[in-house]
Each structure stands twice: as structure tokens, then as C-alpha cells.
């Protein structure tokens, strides 16, 4: 059975960074896209970014998220990243990470930006 956990959220000050992690058990996580999502209360789940599974050279952002979120992975430890920097309030959500090919979710982690 394929497992999904993210760690690595918590509250920060605006401007502040943080990074998630993603770890994946039970499949083969070199064969998966990976990808981080987040949702916000009140609101639907979006889109932040994603990266390929093929050696993780590709990678997509939000626009929300670029040039602040960096996205990479590290198949020899089965986990996905997210760095995120310059952190706004309005970047408070639950972020979650999916694995795609077929799909698996994380139970997400909470990040707030407030001072």
C-alpha cells in the first residue's frame, strides 16, 4: 500500500522559509510524478508545483509560487521537497503532497504565515 506523509510545517514570520518534506512508502517513487498542493480555509484545494519523475529535470509552478517555491526530489530517499521562502500570510494553508501514476495523497501539513 502506498503511503504518503509531509512534515516540515509550522508557523513563520512573513518572510520567513520553510521546507516540507514528502516521504513515500510502499511503491516506487522514482516512477511517480510528484506534486504539492495546498488549501486554504474556505477555499478549494490549487495547484503549487510539480516536478517529473524521469530524473525530477522538469519542473512547474504556480504563479503564486515562482521564484519563491523550489520544488525537488531525491529518489534514493524516496521524498519530495518543497522550499519555500519569502513566505506571505496569504501562504497559510494546509499544503499536501500527491504522487501521480496512479494518484496518492498525503494528509497534508499545516503552514502558517503570520506575525
Known amino acids: 500500500q502506498v503511503q504518503l506523509v509531509e512534515s516540515g510545517g509550522g508557523l513563520v514570520q512573513p518572510g520567513g522559509s520553510l521546507r516540507l518534506s514528502c516521504v513515500i512508502s510502499g511503491g516506487t517513487f522514482s516512477a511517480y510524478d510528484m506534486g504539492w498542493y495546498r488549501q486554504a480555509p474556505g477555499s478549494g484545494r490549487e495547484f503549487v508545483a510539480a516536478?517529473?519523475?524521469?530524473?525530477?529535470?522538469?519542473?512547474y509552478y504556480a504563479d503564486s509560487a515562482k521564484g519563491r517555491f523550489t520544488i525537488s526530489r531525491d529518489n534514493a530517499k524516496n521524498t519530495a521537497y518543497l522550499q519555500m521562502n519569502s513566505l506571505k500570510p496569504e501562504d497559510t494553508a494546509i499544503y499536501y503532497c500527491?504522487?501521480?501514476?496512479?494518484?496518492?495523497w498525503g494528509q497534508g501539513t499545516q503552514v502558517t504565515v503570520s506575525s
Open positions: 516536478i517529473n519523475w524521469s530524473g525530477g529535470s522538469t519542473t
Open positions: 500527491k504522487a501521480s501514476g496512479p494518484d496518492y
